[in-house]
T-cell receptor, first 119, second 115 residues
Framework: AQKITQTQPGMFVQEKEAVTLDCTYD???????LFWYKQPSSGEMIFLIYQGSYDQQNATEGRYSLNFQKARKSANLVISASQLGDSAMYFC????????????????FGQGTILTVHP | GAGVSQSPRYKVAKRGQDVALRCDPISGHVSLFWYQQALGQGPEFLTY????????KSGLPSDRFFAERPEGSVSTLKIQRTQQEDSAVYLC?????????????FGPGTRLLVL
């Protein structure tokens, strides 16, 4: 079974509009972390935002916010006021903290969503 | 530079050739991860080092893949007798401590093309 599912292969948004990128996950580990990374065409993975499974509030970092719905196992990324420079591939990733006692923090990634921002 | 660096950025190899990919983590970072990213896919875990100790190599796809970090800083991923299916971007990431909550910071990757 897929641990991280990103169902949107591609998304389009108008500049200055908000966009939501979907992510659902599957784990039986009670302690885990969820991440979003941005990968522009240059290839580097850029960290955007982190949400811990025990965090009471949704994470926010500038124009990025994470809509964390634990019961539904979803962790959607919301980008407000889109900019042309936001065009990139976006990955949702999970880190399970216990994983049978052998987790050292490795990340499991989804398939990614390509975001295109139109002027 | 303050970030993770990788070299070479691009590598073209003939099938059967051996290659070595280098990762320079952020200075002082304890943990180091290698990931493989096939075209159009998300990265997949290969191996993990804590200082010089390789604690998890469960993601290495075959015994042709070998990684080392002898002095606990620079790491090298070696692929012997490369095959076309090894073509991918190889990403390195590091964290300052071994705490699981740490955010991983990635390098720019090495794009390997096996002909």
């Amino acid at each position: 079974a897929q641990k991280i599912t990103q169902t949107q292969p591609g998304m389009f948004v108008q500049e200055k509009e908000a966009v939501t990128l979907d992510c659902t996950y599957d784990t039986s580990d009670p302690s885990y972390g969820l991440f979003w990374y941005k990968q522009p065409s240059s290839g580097e993975m850029i960290f955007l935002i982190y949400q811990g499974s025990y965090d009471q509030q949704n994470a926010t970092e500038g124009r990025y916010s994470l809509n964390f719905q634990k019961a539904r196992k979803s962790a959607n990324l919301v980008i407000s006021a889109s900019q042309l420079g936001d065009s990139a591939m976006y990955f949702c990733a999970m880190r399970e903290h216990n994983a049978g006692g052998t987790s050292y923090g490795k990340l499991t990634f989804g398939q990614g969503t390509i975001l295109t921002v139109h002027p | 530079g303050a970030g993770v660096s990788q070299s070479p950025r691009y590598k073209v190899a003939k099938r059967g050739q051996d290659v070595a990919l280098r990762c320079d983590p952020i200075s002082g970072h304890v943990s180091l991860f290698w990931y493989q990213q096939a075209l159009g896919q998300g990265p997949e875990f290969l191996t993990y080092f804590q200082n010089e100790a390789q604690l998890d190599k469960s993601g290495l796809p075959s015994d042709r893949f070998f990684a080392e970090r002898p002095e606990g800083s620079v790491s090298t991923l070696k692929i012997q007798r490369t095959q076309q299916e090894d073509s991918a971007v190889y990403l390195c990431a590091s964290t300052i401590t071994a705490q699981r909550r740490e955010t991983q910071y990635f390098g720019p990757g090495t794009r390997l093309l096996v002909l």
